[in-house]
């Protein structure tokens, strides 16, 4: 089986060498100026383009810096070329030279432009393939020749200054890209797969680049990078989808469909899947995903997941549709839309499994629990949501609905022992339950305000923004649960248990927040405004929570052989909480500009809010009828950097500094204690305190805005300290119940870190993404075990290096690695406890032939921790797709998974002074043969007349 792994990388490898050599060429490199030829003025971002001169082939372009500047490197030697510079409003300028290999260098020296819109009449010249037109980037995309099935993914990854990372991170000189829109419009959802995976590169008109800012009154730090694919007008409607279907061995099976259109106005998409081998769509976004066009299954992230407990069969289907009601209307100032999705889900899942737990005590004293258990749970789940969008340049309204209903019905048991350091066995615990629930949620959001962030308007008063969101839950549940508890320490110590639950719970919550921006318009007078320069704004955030349960729960009598009710555990109760919280900002910000040079800003902001809140809680139970009221004076500060250098580099940072308070809720302070939970009891604290967080965050990122080599890095740190946290102390006895209860202790601390880097190379047809990344986390937290104080420390640290190779079209190779190691301190016993685990994941694909391509995937993991045997595991699966038909539109895939067979279902776990080993039924070795159609028409239909 090795042998056949390293023949499929080595055809991989050959391919790639292959096509290294191919596109091995000695290069030269051109450099210039570009100037106004009236004035003497330079013209930054005007384009240069090189074509071959002997067939008008593009082979390279650039927009001047702000200087007006130029080089371009890669250029081929002693080959006639044509250089044509252009600028909006000016000629274009063309220049027919060749660079001597002797020389290597080509200096144009300085070119002047002359103004006039009309061209040389002896010479076509087509559109430049890149250009700006205003703040705006714009791509031609016919100047770049693609596959006649290609499709805008295959454009993105040739136009310089954008990326597609392994991740599916879009950047543009390093900037991530917040939006791709299609028309001005989001495109099923926002999903960028879905534009970027189907739309055929054809369809295509422009690419274009432009920064948004997020708030027009505040500057160029708070802005975002969107895309918009703008398509020709004879595309701007199009069908295309899948249909697939597959079996295997062991009676595997899996099915998929999605069938979407749209039109300028209108967006339909139906989705679809059922399968047994533990592939599992968390979100609409999944499924249509998997659904595109050149989307390949063995690098996605829709596949069978193989460390799932248990093995589950599903269905799941829905859609996702907008209706836009303006003709050439947009998602930022010119909206009139209707939109929404459904999603439904049914899914059955089998389990079976043992767990090794010890927990550490004093030193050479320790307690083991091992336990068998089995469940089948079957759950069915229904979610909606619709919204309607009205904007206009002054005005703005959203409604956002949404409902949810889920109902599911199992049964599990489970049997355990207790022992003790000695191997002698403390107690025995069976149980075993049935229950059946459901639940239902519905809400609403409405948004109301002239905050549009649309244009920007430096006249303009105090903005505003109204938020109200209402939430109602509802919930009932019945379960029957035994519990057989036998103490071999001391007999009188027995338990049973036959209990039957019956519980019904309510909840409504309303928030309404309110904004005001530009109030220094109101507060101050002119002279004051352009002397003080502040920005000021109020805000007020209140909600209101309701909630009700009724509880009933019953014992069953073995005289009588019926339910008896329990007077201790079945309750009727209501609570209420409320908080309102008014605050103040005040912020100032200095900037420095040099026009196509350089901007610089520093900003200021000081919050200051005033937290109230009540809770009130009334119970059948007198010692649950409590209320509680809390205030705090809550400041916070904000001191922001940015730097943005032209054609160069863009740096920005932050220093935050925050309060939180957390309030203790009924079921800490005083909850109904069932005593049927033998192996671990919980009691509550009515002495317990609110919690105040004081938390300090640091961010510093950088980007080039290199065109061609992106490159990009940046740290954010964040480390807080609470005052009285709500945390456990917690007894064990001797033959291996668990009691708690609650307490504040005396503080914890968090720190965590992170350092990314992001580093990307185009060399032709090679695509290289690097992405490493660093991560550091620690929490100190004080405690109690069996009435002594104990401080709990842990750390984790590790790195994670993710590295995409491409040559486009025909190779890819994803390389990752996982490495992590965590630390638990316990002081009560003076022990440690470590654990290390380590994932490598490879995946290849390659285009052995046109059409056909070789995928396979492998992750090998390596898990180690204190007191529990190694974990080593290789999971390897590989496939091969065959695509055929004119457009490429009809596949058929052999797969096979986990070749090796050696995914076991063991998995470890250590935190604090608890070690885990845990072994469950999983996913196994299976050969799965599917078929798939994609349907694909792009066309528009000819006005009528």
């Known amino acids: 089986m090795k042998s056949v792994l390293s023949l499929c990388f080595l055809v991989m490898i050959a391919v790639t060498t292959k096509a290294q050599k191919k596109d091995t060429v000695i290069t030269g490199s051109i450099h210039g100026n570009v100037k106004d030829s009236a004035y003497d003025f330079v013209l930054p971002a005007a384009t240069i383009a090189v074509y071959r001169a002997a067939d008008s082939t593009l082979l390279t372009f650039q927009l001047t810096d702000g200087l007006g500047d130029f080089h371009i ?6 080959i006639p070329l044509k250089v044509v510079v252009t600028f909006m409003g000016y000629q274009p300028h063309i220049i027919k030279t060749t660079i001597p290999k002797a020389v290597a260098k080509l200096d144009l020296k300085v070119i002047n432009m002359e103004r006039g819109a009309h061209t040389l009449k002896d010479v076509v010249i087509t559109r430049p393939p890149v250009e700006m037109n205003g703040d705006t980037l714009e791509f031609n995309a016919d100047a770049f020749r693609l596959d006649s099935n290609a499709v805008i993914e295959d454009l993105f990854k040739r136009l310089p200054g954008i990326t597609v ?51 027009p009154s505040q500057p160029v730090q708070d802005s975002t990078t969107d895309i918009n694919i703008k398509l020709k007008k004879g595309w701007k409607t199009g069908k295309f989808g899948k249909i697939s279907a597959g079996a295997g061995s062991d009676e595997r099976y899996e099915a998929d469909l999605m069938l979407s259109a749209y039109t300028s106005k209108s967006q339909l998409a139906v989705v679809g899947a059922t399968n047994n081998i533990n592939k599992n769509a968390g979100s609409l976004n999944e499924l249509l995903e998997n659904g595109s066009y050149k989307s390949f299954s063995g690098l996605g992230s829709y596949k069978p997941d193989f460390r799932q407990r248990g093995i589950r069969k599903s269905l799941s289907g829905g859609l996702i549709f907008r209706q836009d009601f303006l003709e050439g209307g947009n998602d930022y100032n010119n909206q009139n839309t209707l939109g929404g999705s459904s999603k439904i889900d049914q899914g ?15 030193e050479g004293q320790s307690q083991t629990v091992h336990s068998n258990n089995s469940s089948v749970n079957t759950q069915t789940g229904m979610d909606g949501s619709a919204y309607y969008n009205l904007g206009t340049d002054k005005r703005v309204l959203r409604a956002n609905a949404t409902a949810g209903y889920t109902t599911g019905q199992g049964s599990s048991s489970n049997t355990s022992s207790t022992f003790n350091a000695k191997n002698e066995v403390l107690s025995n615990n069976n149980n075993s339950n049935i229950n059946t629930n459901n639940h239902r949620n519905l809400g609403l959001d409405l948004t109301f305000g002239n905050q549009t962030y649309g244009r920007y308007e430096p006249n303009a008063g105090p903005k505003y923004q109204l938020d109200y969101e209402l939430k109602n839950n509802s ?21 049973y248990f036959n209990r039957r639950y019956n519980n019904q719970t309510a909840s409504t919550s309303q928030s309404l927040e309110f904004e005001l921006t530009r109030l220094e318009r109101w507060l101050l007078s002119k002279h004051l405004q352009q002397l003080l320069q502040l920005n000021i704004r109020l805000n007020n955030d209140a909600t209101l929570n309701n909630r009700s349960n009724n509880a009933s729960v019953f014992d069953f009598d073995t005289t009588g052989k019926s339910y008896q009710s329990n007077a ?20 100032r910000t200095f900037s420095k500009n040099f026009i196509n040079r350089y901007s610089r800003y520093f900003s200021f902001t000081m919050t200051a809010d005033q937290e109230i809140f009540f809770m009130k809680n009334n119970s059948e139970k007198a010692f649950q009828n409590l209320s509680r009221n809390y205030s705090n004076f809550l400041p916070g500060a904000r001191i922001g950097y940015n730097k943005y250098v032209h054609n160069r580099s863009a740096t920005n940072a932050s220093l935050i500094y925050q309060q939180r308070m957390t309030y203790p809720g009924i079921d800490q302070l005083a909850p109904l204690v069932d005593s049927s ?7 509550g604290n009515l002495q317990l305190q609110s919690a105040k967080t004081h938390s300090l965050q640091l961010s510093y990122n950088f980007n080039t805005q290199s065109a061609v080599n992106p490159f990009s890095y940046g740290i954010n740190s964040n480390y807080s300290r609470t005052a009285n946290p709500v945390t456990d102390s917690t007894i064990y006895d001797v033959d291996g119940k668990t009691r708690r209860y609650f307490i504040n202790g005396g503080g914890q601390t968090q720190f965590t870190s992170n350092l990314y880097v992001r580093k990307g190379f185009k060399m032709k047809q090679h695509t290289l993404n690097l992405e490493p990344s660093l991560y550091y986390n620690s929490n100190k937290n004080a405690s109690y075990v069996n009435g002594a104080s104990s401080d709990f420390t842990s750390v984790s640290k590790g790195f994670r290096i993710n590295i995409n190779y491409e040559v486009l079209d025909r190779f890819r190779l994803k390389f990752g690695e996982d490495f992590s190691k965590s630390t638990s301190d316990q002081s009560y016993r003076s022990t440690r406890t470590d654990a290390t685990n380590n994932t490598l994941k490879f995946a290849g694909s390659v285009q052995l032939i046109k059409g056909l391509r070789l995928q396979s995937s492998l992750e090998r993991t390596t898990s180690i ?81």
């Open 73 to 78: 490197e890669k250029v081929p030697l002693d």
């Open 165 to 215: 990372w392994g991740d599916g991170v879009v950047t543009v000189n390093g900037r991530t890209v917040n939006k791709i829109l299609v028309d001005g419009k989001e495109f099923f959802g926002g999903n960028i797969n879905m534009a970027l995976q189907n739309i055929p590169k054809q369809a295509v008109d422009k690419i274009q680049v432009y920064q948004r800012a997020t708030d």
């Open 348 to 362: 059955t899942t089998t389990n079976l499994g043992s767990t090794l737990q010890t927990t550490l005590l004093t």
């Open 475 to 495: 919930s009932n549940s019945i379960a029957d649960r035994i519990t057989d508890f036998n103490s071999l320490i001391d007999p009188e110590r027995n338990q």
């Open 568 to 587: 201790d555990l079945s309750n009727r109760s209501n609570g209420l909480e409320f908080k309102e919280k008014p605050g103040i900002e005040i912020s």
């Open 677 to 683: 939970q033998v192996m671990n009891l919980t009691t």
């Open 865 to 945: 921790s204190t007191g529990i045997p190694g974990n080593r595991f290789t999971i390897w699966s590989a496939d091969v797709t065959y695509r055929f038909l004119k457009g490429k539109n009809a596949e058929v895939r052999l797969a096979a998974f986990d070749i090796l067979h050696q995914n076991q279902g063991l998995q470890n776990y250590t935190g604090g002074n608890i070690i885990v080993r845990s072994q469950n039924n999983v996913m196994q070795q299976f050969f799965l043969c599917t078929f798939a159609y994609y349907p694909r028409f792009f066309t528009q239909r000819s006005p009528k007349k």
